[in-house]
């Protein structure tokens, strides 16, 4: 009996042992898998971590870094071979890590600047003469000439027309005043100095309280709320050109597009909020069309101001730009931007260095060509025989890299270096499209340039008062920009425009800043 005892005794510890054991076991791997949940989590955090720092970094360098987006091969670029390119088709291939031979390349003997003579401003021509007394017994050798630039200050001139009015014969004679728009008539305001306050506000970006200290120091006195009524009436005038300036960047085939963030006053809640202007760029007609609805950025926006056109549009990788192009019935194809991909990788080079140089070296190769095709003033025919011969190769190559980056583990999706090589990877398509047409460019600075005065703004007046007051911002840009694409002096334009008594048989296509 008592051995039997013994024998269950030791069955019981055993199977109590067992199931220690078992419980120990799964006490383990409930550890390791605790283990591998909090690797992965602080894998997870690292990674966010290191994502914010990119971020911070890429933040402050935006704000107090360099804004010049030149590479490092591109700065350095001079130091070595040039390509060569002859209208014979002769190219040797790329040598850009070779040093050049110093034998064939001798400096150049510095030659002073010539001096600037300024001879587009007014001349005032004045003679210097020597004291009488001293001229007494002298004779005239020669004559020196040297100039000062004089700075006269701008001035308000009030001009009274005092009309004569005779009779004769029952009827009265009387002049005629120099023509003003009719809605200029009672504001007491010539159409020059209308000119004059939009081409301060809106080409040199001064804001009414600045001007209106102006006008104070010229002595007139102006009111602010007159000033910014003379604004509105002066734009509005302007209304039926803006629009024949948007018939005509729509004739076009080739657009560049762009949109940038305003600040706008929302009368309901009192404070400015964050809205949206829309850039249109026709460079073969050389105009520019701004867009304003309410602040939108959806795509309705855009895709209405496009719905008669039909051609290409050149575009940064915004969803809305990117729908158009591929769903409107194949009316219109979207170019991406070479610029924006470059931009990527510029902001990425702190994050991956080696990648972002490589991607970079050879972005620069193609703008090294289109530089080149564009100093040779090639005509578009040759520039896409060249682009077909020289860069197509290049595109090859960097399809081939994205292709094995963005497979590459050690490069991760969250990463600023990943983030570029997405975009870019997903934009190349859209980028092929350069190879259609000799005249398309192979980014968006079009657009963007257009765009900049508009943030330049404003930096200085803050905001647009309401939705109303931003329409006619883009009313008044649309004219500015076609101005300068043009060369023709703003103010000079106004003035004429302003003045311009209207004819039988006259359309707004005749005014057209061209």
């Given at each position: 009996m008592?051995?039997n005892h ?8 055993i199977k ?20 591998e949940s909090?690797e992965?989590?602080i894998c ?15 933040l ?37 890590e ?13 030659k ?19 004291d ?17 630039l004089?700075m006269i200050?701008?001035?308000?001139v009030k ?5 004569r ?7 009265l ?8 728009p009719e ?5 007491h305001a ?45 734009i ?26 305003i600040?706008?006053i929302?009368?309901?809640v009192?404070?400015a909020?964050?809205?949206?202007m ?18 939108s ?7 209405n101001?496009l ?20 769903n ?14 470059r ?10 260095r080696e990648n972002?140089?490589k991607?970079?070296g050879?972005?620069d ?8 095709f ?10 896409r025989e ?14 081939n ?5 963005i ?8 990463t600023?270096?990943?983030k ?8 190349f398509?859209?980028l092929?499209?350069?190879?259609d047409?000799?005249?398309?460019k ?30 006619r ?14 060369g023709?002096n ?14 039988p ?10």
């Amino acid at each position: 009996m008592k051995r039997n005892h013994l024998n269950d005794f030791l069955v019981e510890q055993i199977k109590n042992k067992d199931s220690q054991i078992e419980g120990l076991n799964q006490l383990i791997s409930s550890l390791i898998e605790k283990i591998e949940s909090l690797e992965k989590n602080i894998c997870s955090y690292e990674n966010l971590v290191k994502e914010l720092r990119d971020t911070i970094n890429l933040l402050n360098k935006r704000l107090y870094g360099s804004k010049s987006e030149k590479s490092h091969s591109e700065n350095s670029e001079r130091k070595y071979n040039g390509e060569k390119l002859s209208s014979k088709g002769t190219y040797p291939k790329e040598k850009i890590e070779e040093k050049p031979d110093k034998k064939s390349n001798p400096r150049k003997a510095y030659k002073r600047p010539e001096r600037r003579t300024y001879d587009d401003i007014e001349e005032k021509i004045e003679i210097l003469e020597p004291d009488a007394e001293e001229l007494i017994g002298a004779k005239f050798v020669r004559s020196e000439k040297s100039f000062r630039l004089y700075m006269i200050p701008a001035k308000i001139v009030k001009v009274i027309y005092d009309r004569r009015i005779y009779a004769k014969d029952g009827h009265l004679i009387m002049p005629k005043l120099p023509y003003t728009p009719e809605e200029f008539y009672r504001r007491h305001a010539d159409p020059s100095l209308m000119a004059g306050i939009l081409t301060n506000k809106f080409l040199y970006h001064l804001p009414i309280h600045r001007q209106l200290n102006m006008f104070v120091n010229a002595g007139a006195k102006i009111a602010r709320s007159t000033l910014y009524d003379w604004c509105g009436t002066a734009i509005d005038a302007l209304e039926g050109l803006y629009y024949s300036i948007r018939s005509e960047v729509l004739k076009g085939n080739y657009l560049n597009i762009d949109e940038t963030t305003i600040s706008v006053i929302d009368e309901d809640v009192h404070h400015a909020k964050k809205e949206y202007m829309w850039g249109l760029v026709n460079t073969r007609s050389k105009l520019t069309f701004f867009a304003y609805e309410d602040g939108s950025r959806s795509r309705n926006v855009i895709s209405n101001i496009l719905e008669s056109y039909i051609g290409t549009i050149q575009t940064d990788g915004y969803s809305a730009y990117k729908s158009i192009g591929e769903n409107e019935n194949n009316k219109i194809q979207r170019l991406s931007c070479l610029s924006h991909i470059r931009r990527k990788f510029l902001e990425s080079r702190d994050n991956d260095r080696e990648n972002s140089e490589k991607a970079l070296g050879i972005i620069d190769k193609i703008y090294r060509l289109e530089r080149f095709f564009r100093k040779q003033k090639f005509h578009p025919d040759k520039i896409r025989e060249y682009r077909i011969r020289y860069v197509v190769p290049i595109f090859h190559k960097f399809k081939n890299w994205l292709e094995k980056s963005i497979s590459n583990p050690k490069i991760l999706d969250e990463t600023l270096i990943g983030k570029a090589i997405s975009y870019a990877y997903r934009e190349f398509k859209a980028l092929t499209l350069i190879f259609d047409d000799g005249f398309f460019k192979a980014d968006n600075n079009a657009a963007e340039r257009a765009m900049r005065p508009c943030k330049l703004g404003m930096n200085n007046y803050l905001f647009f008062g309401n939705h109303e007051s931003a329409r006619r911002g883009a009313i008044i840009y649309t004219i500015i920009e076609s101005c300068k694409l043009n060369g023709i002096n703003v103010f000079e334009y106004l003035t004429d425009v302003f003045s311009r008594e209207p004819q039988p048989g006259e359309t707004y296509d005749m005014f057209l800043p061209k």
